[in-house]
């Protein structure tokens, strides 16, 4: 393996991370504040399709991009609403959202657009362009850094870098700001935040919000970014393993970016070598692309270490009387 | 006291709860631009109106009786077993490779042997993520959901390098012998001299599914071992306290749970393909998680909400031949159920629980 397939397969694992570590962060959010989401991949899942229909209508990225915050938003509305609001249990809640999303899009595309469930190919301007960063191409010869540069770290869309930024933003946010402490402190201990007269449903219902635009955005870079348009049940289990993920991460944003980095690199190295040829043996391309789930259940499991939830998580809060 | 009588709590609230998610998918129809009464006359014409859709719809039904029951053995014990899909398409390779082993003579001898293969496989595709429970803690939801992932890679390799007939471009297995068919319910009709559901895929295993409502519910109500189920299920540091092995339950509890979707390849595979072809399950193994909250996780309730939601399925397929809904309107319906009846429990519970309070003070006072 030479330097430029290298810096080809990381170039390729970072975009396949952005959608993982966007969604991570989005359950960091939720499950912070005590609220179980398993309905990641469905409202990433919505979001990639109103998203790239949108996209396609209007001609824009932009716009696309609010449908798609829009519609991940709405589902994580349902999601609060049965969760937080009505006690009910959170896991049914997201299962029902998974369905819903899978479903609802599908019955939506046929419908509107009658692809059998795709939206029509977004070309040009309807996609999220490539970001060339300044002095790319003129640094490029510089040995080693240069192709880093060039390739690795320039030439993404705005989405990738935004997912970036959000790691450094929710640590600030998390450890730093008023908000952030009663946020773990509500997924900690409930009581305690409501003792001192902070309401626990705004928290939670603005905890369910964030984690719905970061899916928002997720959805939208799977479906105008990552590739041109949605195609019926493309988020591919990635809400899940963007759970494990953040189990791995210990619900801790920078710790984050390494486990999705290390998701979007196995994909990536998947995609590249669909046979893996090992010498002795050749691992079948099955194996590969069901890699990424078998280590999700492997770090699940606790090999990599144990993982300690936020205490009050799955729990709904019933204020004292 | 409890707040409300048991009828309501066990008929009403689904109930109702049925009908919201029946309102909301109407609304779904009047959105896409059709008509809600015509969609449901298509159903109702499609899978209720002959013996040819009833045959259909109770070939459905069963396979939902087996998902259905699996979700509902696992709730018992508090575990929320999504890994039906994938257990029983590990059953229905277990089905394959028995089916194939052998000449078989006769259907009553490959049927329980081709059981047991079903189970065998469903119910090791279940072992994984009861054991990581068990002993790491790892979640079971989301472990069932990756083995589902999987279980579909693993089959697709099974299919295409090892059970796909040489010559054979399609990823399926060769046809099974002729000594593996099961009596289908058509046949078994005309035996007795009735011309019912001709062509139908409905057969023997329909009243195999039946008969696991029974045993199920003998086994949850009625063993020692059902007893320590629903104990672990309602408080585990009190069922450990009672000297119940938490290991021991989790581990049996997803073996049975894993055993009956295992089970469900009788249906589809033997009963139906007779070959194991890819995507054999067709999201059953999903279904059963409404059909099991649906009904209460009881037995009686699974058969009656399976054969609800194998009405919905048949109706869908006769919605999208006859009508522009697509099928996925079904996908819908059952996220909708699963929402209303599971999710917002409390949405529709909380407001009947305070009219039959103000009720029993008004018949008190």
Same mark, same amino acid.
């Given at each position: ?6 810096i ?6 970072v975009?396949?991370? &952005? ?14 504040s ?7 991949e ?10 790239? =229909?949108?996209?396609?209508? &209007? ?5 696309g ?44 595309g046929?419908?509107i ?9 977004l &070309? ?13 191409e ?12 060039a390739?690795?770290? =320039?030439?993404?869309?705005?989405l ?6 959000c790691?450094?933003? &929710? ?12 946020l ?19 928290l939670?219902f ?47 944003p920078?710790?984050?970016l390494?486990a ?23 691992i ?8 990424p789930?078998i ?9 990599v ?7 009050a998580?799955g729990?709904p ?5 | ?6 009828w309501?709590d ?14 909301i ?10 008509s809600?009464?015509e969609?449901?006359k298509?159903?109702?014409d499609?899978?209720?109106?002959? #013996? ?10 069963t ?12 709730y018992h014990?508090?575990?929320f ?16 490779l ?8 006769h ?5 329980p ?12 595709w279940?072992?994984i ?14 472990t069932?959901?990756?083995?589902n ?8 390799y ?9 010559? #054979? ?11 593996a ?9 005309a035996g007795?001299g ?18 696991a409502?029974?045993?199920?519910w ?10 320590e ?10 069922a ?16 049975? #749970?894993g ?6 390849a ?21 279904i ?27 109706g ?15 996908v ?6 699963i ?5 917002l429990?409390?949405?529709?519970r ?16």
């Amino acid at each position: 393996m030479d330097f430029p397939t290298i810096i080809q397969i990381l170039d390729s694992a970072v975009r396949l991370m &952005t959608p993982l570590l966007l969604a991570c962060l989005a359950g960091l959010y939720s499950e912070r504040s005590g609220v179980f989401d398993i309905g990641l991949e469905g409202k990433m899942l919505m979001a990639a399709f109103t998203s790239a =229909s949108i996209a396609f209508v &209007t001609g824009s990225p932009w716009l696309g991009l609010l449908a798609g915050i829009g519609g991940a938003m709405l589902l994580s509305l349902i999601h609060g609403l049965a969760s937080i609001t009505f006690r009910g249990n959170q896991l049914i809640s997201g299962v029902a959202i998974n369905f819903l999303a899978s479903g609802m899009t599908v019955l939506l595309g046929i419908k509107i657009f009658g692809l059998g469930g795709r939206t029509p190919a977004l &070309t040009g301007g309807g996609r999220f362009g490539e970001i060339t960063l300044p002095f790319a191409e003129t640094l490029r010869d510089v040995p080693l850094l240069g192709p880093i540069y060039a390739d690795l770290i =320039s030439g993404h869309t705005i989405l990738v870098y935004v997912a970036f930024l959000c790691v450094p933003l &929710t640590w600030w946010v998390l450890f730093r700001t008023r908000f952030g402490l009663r946020l773990r402190a509500v997924g900690e201990n409930p009581a305690s935040v409501d003792t001192a007269g902070v309401s626990v449903t705004r928290l939670r219902f603005v905890a369910v919000i964030i984690a719905g635009v970061l899916c928002g955005l997720a959805g939208a870079y799977l479906a105008t970014g990552l590739s041109a348009g949605f195609v019926k049940e493309m988020t591919a289990g990635r809400g899940f393993i963007a759970l494990a993920a953040l189990i791995f991460a210990k619900w801790r944003p920078v710790s984050a970016l390494g486990a999705t980095f290390l998701f979007g690199l196995l994909e990536a190295i998947a995609n590249r070598y669909p046979n893996l040829d090992l010498g002795v043996i050749t691992i079948p391309s099955m194996f590969m692309n069901a890699l990424p789930y078998i280590l999700t259940v492997i770090i699940l499991a606790g090999f990599v270490g144990r993982a300690i939830p936020p205490r009050a998580g799955g729990e709904p809060y019933v204020k004292e009387r | 006291m409890d707040k409300m009588p048991k009828w309501a709590d066990v008929i009403l609230t689904p109930l109702i709860s049925l009908v919201l998610a029946m309102a909301i998918s109407a609304l779904v129809i009047l959105a896409i631009g059709e008509s809600p009464t015509e969609a449901l006359k298509t159903m109702v014409d499609g899978a209720l109106g002959s #013996s040819y859709g009833w045959g259909f719809t109770l070939y459905y039904t069963t396979n939902f009786i087996f998902t259905g029951l699996a979700v509902a053995v696992a709730y018992h014990a508090s575990l929320f077993n999504i890994g039906g899909e994938g257990q029983a398409m590990l059953g229905g390779l277990g089905v394959a490779l028995v089916a194939l082993a052998l000449p078989w003579p006769h259907w009553g001898i490959a049927l329980p042997a081709a059981m047991i293969g079903a189970a065998l496989f469903g119910a090791l595709w279940a072992l994984i993520p009861a054991w990581l429970q068990a002993k790491r803690g790892s979640h079971i939801v989301i472990t069932t959901i990756m083995f589902n992932f999987i279980a579909a890679a693993l089959l697709n390799y099974v299919l295409v390098n090892i059970l796909r007939p040489v010559g #054979s471009m399609d990823p399926a297995s060769a046809r099974f012998p002729e000594g593996a068919h099961l009596p289908s319910l058509a046949d078994m009709a005309a035996g007795l001299g009735i011309e019912w559901g001709k062509n139908t895929p409905v057969n023997i295993t329909f009243f195999i599914a039946m008969l696991a409502c029974v045993l199920v519910w003998l086994l949850i109500w009625r063993t020692r071992l059902g007893y320590e189920i629903r104990a672990f299920g309602r408080s585990e540091p009190a069922a450990r306290y009672a000297g119940i092995n938490p290991v021991r339950i989790i581990v049996i509890t997803m073996l049975i #749970s894993g055993a009956l979707a295992g089970l469900m390849a009788i249906n589809n595979v033997m009963g139906e393909a007779e070959r194991l072809v890819l995507n054999a399950v067709e999201g059953a193994g999903f279904i059963g998680i409404a059909v099991a909250l649906m009904g209460r996780n009881h037995p009686f309730g699974v058969f009656l909400a399976a054969l609800l939601f194998g009405f919905l399925y048949q109706g869908g397929g006769e919605l999208a031949l006859w009508t522009s809904i697509p099928r996925e309107l079904i996908v819908v319906i059952q996220a909708l159920v699963i929402l209303f009846t599971g999710a917002l429990d409390n949405m529709v519970r909380m407001p009947l629980e305070r009219i039959f309070l103000s009720m029993r003070k008004l018949g008190n006072g």
